[in-house]
């Protein structure tokens, strides 16, 4: 099961300049309300909304990997 590192991705929204999820809509083309639920881990993106959170914030298929992949751990897997 895994599960989006919303840490790792807040991190590298600041890093881009993009400090609400407002900013990063604009730069991604994805609604706003998408945005805000993929940012505070309340939904789980389509590939396309993944990708195109991706291309705005200028991740390789690692950083795509490591922060909308990241492994759920076993004692939460259960939430």
């Known amino acids: 099961m895994y599960e989006i590192d919303t840490t790792e991705l807040r991190k ?3 890093e881009k300049g993009m ?3 407002e900013a990063l809509s604009v730069a991604s083309g994805v609604n706003r ?3 805000s ?5 309340k939904t789980y993106p389509s590939t396309s909304v993944m990708a195109r959170i991706g ?3 200028g991740f390789n298929g690692s950083e795509m990997g490591r ?3 990241k492994e759920k751990l076993a004692s939460d897997a259960s939430n």
């Open 19 to 21: 400090f609400t999820s």
């Open 37 to 41: 639920e993929v940012v505070n881990g």
């Open 67 to 69: 922060i909308f992949f």
């Open 12 to 14: 590298a929204m600041v």
């Open 55 to 57: 291309a705005a914030l």
């Open 33 to 35: 309300n998408t945005i």
